[in-house]
């Protein structure tokens, strides 16, 4: 009780905070940054955390792997994008090592935790489907993993990569976006997002990519 008077003292309080039992709190106390603690509380009732998922929100360091611009959007209060919260790398279940690792494999190590996937992504992500059809021209072509946000009212193309980020790969899923735009969405919802997950990320194919709605991010197994 004394650390936690000595912990949350200084803290302007809400009525978030109440929300959450004892438990939570207890696993808050091992957190030693301040701007960390009450990220955790706001996912907490963002998403109805239950402890043993706050905990393992906590061990995988979800915090620490936000940009640093994110963290300080957070602390300032500003509107944050919908790519703002995803962390990098993103924490993968699997057994397998990244060097023995398929696409395949890795889509479906997505596929059986999905719901923590959803989670680690950010607030408001829902799963469409897999291997998502389309036809572009004469020929079909097809998705690793189709999302849609309901905060930013938006759909998110989700392309996995076990190689460094390619220029290509930004191309191949700019041409998925653009066909979800022209073809799905409607007029009252908001352009596609691009998530490319690979084993490495290349700054300067983001960097001069021409569409600022492509993010990459990298994956971790444990």
């Known amino acids: 009780m004394r650390q936690f008077y000595e912990v949350f003292s200084s803290i302007k309080w809400n009525p978030m905070g109440s929300k959450l039992s004892w438990s939570h709190f207890r696993e808050l106390l091992i957190v030693k940054n301040i701007d960390a603690i009450m990220y955790y509380i706001d996912i907490c009732e963002r998403n109805n955390l239950t402890r043993r998922q706050l905990q393992e929100r906590i061990k995988s360091k979800e915090y620490d792997r936000l940009s640093n611009e994110t963290k300080t959007k957070l602390i300032e209060s500003k509107e944050l994008k919908v ?3 995803i962390p990098n790398p993103i924490v993968i279940r699997s057994n397998m090592s990244k060097e023995n690792l398929s696409e395949y494999a890795l889509k479906q190590a997505l ?5 923590e996937f959803l989670r680690q992504l950010g607030i408001g992500f829902t799963y469409v489907g897999n291997e998502y059809k389309i036809k572009i021209g004469s020929k079909y072509n097809y998705i690793d993993l189709l999302l849609y946000n309901i905060k930013y009212k938006c759909y998110v193309v989700v392309e996995l990569k076990v190689t460094e980020l390619k220029k290509e790969h930004t191309g191949q899923i700019m041409t998925y976006m653009n066909y979800i735009n022209k073809n799905i969405k409607t007029i009252e919802e908001n352009d596609t997002v691009g998530i490319i997950i690979c084993k490495q990320d ?3 194919v983001i960097k001069y990519c021409s569409d600022d709605r492509i993010i990459a991010r ?3 197994l444990v």
Do not use: P, T
Not at 111 to 115: E, F, G, K, P
């Open 83 to 85: 790519d703002d919260l």
């Open 111 to 115: 596929l059986n935790n999905i719901d």
């Open 202 to 204: 290349n700054e300067y």
């Open 218 to 220: 990298e994956y971790e």
